[in-house]
């Protein structure tokens, strides 16, 4: 049994490194940090957006604004679980469906900046519209056929798409969650070579039951590539209309009440070849790729959530007296609004850093995405929680209740209901750490691989020796040189400018633990997950204190108060610090060995005396 599981694993490692995007054509600031530089000159200064967008972004966001208060009652889409016909036409008239199609097929061709704006405002307003509109756009059909479409492709789909044909993105299925290559569905080519006939289950399809056009992941017939099977994961644009393809179930949640999310199934659902994205075998990478920018929009949308929090948070803290003070005056409460607020400003400014840098072109955001979409969930939900808990009973209580009896209603419990499954979608965060540690040892991996590969030759072995002494002899003692660094900043305060120091010389700490950290696992560093995800932590954290002060940089002397940039940035990069130095203490007292312990008794029931005197309802 384990020999069949660890040739399983083996088959997913494989397929999954064989889909990762190999090259680094541009420079990562991310990279680089975990690598043992900070480069600051990277992101400082902050790459605020330019007038013209911005321009562009305040005249669209202006009208959909205007749309989504006179169309969506946010409450009314929770409890009926609709997003009214009539809404989803005034966004389509707003060219909401194609916001990031170009214009030559009839989008508006935002930037992505301009398209997390419009998805942030969206989801502050109405999760399940941001959701909805999300799934269609950023990993639905005009994301990966603008990637990796043909002319044709994009000539037949997008026009439909931006103006108002739905898509939805089909990976998921019942045994395939984060580990694809476990897929089940199918697609097997027809004789004469010209069809595919689709069969299979996917779950959890958000728009799949209202789509009208559909990315369908599928497994290809394997090849033989050097005398080994190689799994194909093959992307089809699949047209809901097609003969064979139903919806099973619509699935219900605890939250995104609105969203249109099935069961799908394909029986025997004929497609020509012409509609295979890429070329077969490419799948995966178009999903990994795709998601690369394309979940730059869950941290937007977070970031969101986290201003409305504060909004709210500040103004109850603000009204509400107990012990003859407002609650706001006690130190308790004023720790959750300084915190939510220094956090807040820390996600904005790692959101939008991330969208910038996708902007610009000419780097590679696929560690920055990443950390976005882990960081700024797993704080949103903090965020959330602190906004309840400082709300107390009135956030436990519905919209609908305070509402009713006559109270300020803030819908804190949809929001929370809501925002939950962020740290779910488009890569759990535990995924998304696996994710950032093997791009952030990438480096390190492609000098030492060949090293570890048993079928290279020793001579080709002799010269990637040579290589790794000659990069090894440099790169090293440079991680632990400790030269005053001077990084220009133009008006950061002394606290703040110590903040850069710290990320400068945390840089170094950080990629010499990695370093010695392979050393000593080696192979097994793969299994050492609470290890890695350490370091993850810590390089997130410095990623995001790096562009909270960026960020604050840029904001000075801005007239609108936003002086208090420097305070917020501070506090967070305090928290950050401790944090961080709390990971390195983890790292250096590693308490894997009693958590696999522990867990590995919990799970062969030894503990089942712990769940004595409860009603199971499941054997
Ligand atoms: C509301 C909603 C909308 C969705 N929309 C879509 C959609 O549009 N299209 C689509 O294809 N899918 C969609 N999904 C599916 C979603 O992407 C998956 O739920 C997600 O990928 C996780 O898969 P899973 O739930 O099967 O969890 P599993 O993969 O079974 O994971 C279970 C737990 O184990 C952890 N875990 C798994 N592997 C590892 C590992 N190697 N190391 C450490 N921890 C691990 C996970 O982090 C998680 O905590 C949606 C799901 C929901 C609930």
Redesign the pocket.
Known sequence: MELTDNKEKQKSLDLTEDSREMEWTYTSFVGELFNGQFRWDLINPFPVQRDDDKRIGDEFLEKLKASLIEHIDPDDVDKTGVIPEKAKNALAHLGCFGMKIPKKYGGLELSQINYNRAIALIGSHCASTAVFLS?HQS?GVPQPLKLFGTDEQKEKYLPRLAKGETS?????EVD????PAQMKTTATPTDDGNHYIINGS???????PIADILIVMTKTPPKIVNGKEKQQITAFIVEANTPGFEVEHR?K?MG?NG?D?GLLNFKDVKVPKENIIDKPGRGLKIALVTLNTGRLTIPAASSACNKLCLYWSRKWSQQRTQWGTTIGEHQAVAEMIANMAADTFATESVTWLASALADKGNADIRLEAAIAKYFCTEVSWKIVDDALQIRAGRGYETYDSLKKRGELPLPIERMMRDTR?NR????????MR?FIAREAMDKHFQLLMPMLDPKIPLSAKISSLLKILAHYSIWYPKQWVRLPVEYKSRSLSKTNKKHLKFIGKTTKKLARGLFHAMGRYQQKLEKE?LIMFRFVEIGTDLFAMAASLSYAESLLGDCNGRDASQDLADLFCINARTRIKQAFYSINHSNGKSINNLSNRVLSNECEWLEDGVIKTID
């Open positions: 799934a990993i939805a993105f089909a990976l998921t395939v969650g984060s580990d996917k779950l959890w399809c958000t728009n799949g699935c949640f995104l969203i999310n499954i779910i979608i488009e890569g759990t965060s535990e995924i696996l997950q």
